[in-house]
């Protein structure tokens, strides 16, 4: 049995399984293949890529930085 973490996102409720450790047979085998069950070592909860992208797309409009003005002003040209 290989041991595997599991991680959760918080919001999309999509699970992850990421690979910890090789079982005995796994390492021996050329091709990594472990025919037994899998084996949830461990389990931690956190946002993943899709739901950070989507905060930061939220970000872009927040009262924050639409109230900023800009201190930069076009010199006259002579």
């Known amino acids: ?46 946002d993943c890529d899709s739901c950070i992208e989507g905060k930061r797309g939220d970000q872009t409009g927040t009262a924050a930085t639409r109230n900023v003005q800009s201190s930069y002003r076009v010199a006259s040209g002579r």
């Open 1 to 46: 049995m290989c041991y595997y973490e599991r991680i959760n996102c918080g919001k999309c409720r999509i699970t992850e399984h990421r690979l910890i450790q090789h079982c005995h047979f796994a390492r021996n085998d050329p091709g990594h293949q472990c025919f037994g069950a899998w084996n949830i070592k461990r389990e931690r909860t956190h």
